[in-house]
């Protein structure tokens, strides 16, 4: 699939989209086309609502159940629907799992692809050309960056998203965890360990 992102408003906009998106919110609720309560709610589905929270059940139920697992690396997209999580941004889902041989991470290029429906809005550094541009050219360096550092005989593979492709990366399960049900191991899931700038917690980190 080529990488075709003319069909993204966002790639449009001017380095300083938040003004042009406060200016048009403004001007279409003056000629009274939009809701502001409207919009509030939807921004505030995928800010935290969703967040990042649904991504991390799908790793939760991964690690406990190996069915669950294998059928969602050979075809993510109608396992992670079958549990609600599809629409906007979640069209075709890929899950890429980390093994001590390889570790994954996520970039957008050419924009900002994401899995809103998995991770909610994704943060403002994946968005950053830094982000963007190093990612590909030097992950490891990025990857050390976000406090991540691999053995040298594990690589590296980064996955460009595209318009049709949204992946979210199946971290390795903590040692120490085989006694946690769904919500403890959920609570170890972090957003940056599903798009691989990050390692999830381990059981003595566990937020409380
Ligand atoms: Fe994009």
Redesign the pocket.
Known sequence: MPHD?SD?PHSLLPPDPALRVKALETLLTRKGLVDPAALDVIIDTYENKIGPRNGARVVAKAWRDPAFRQALLEDATPVVADLGYYGRQGEHVVVVENTAQTHNMVV?T????YPWPLLGIPPAWYKSDAYRARAVREPRKVLQDFGVTLAENTAVRVWD?T?EVRYLVLPERPAGTEGLDEAELMALVTRDSMIGTGFPRTPDQAAP
């Open positions: 992102h993204h957008c050419l924009c900002s692809c998203s318009a």
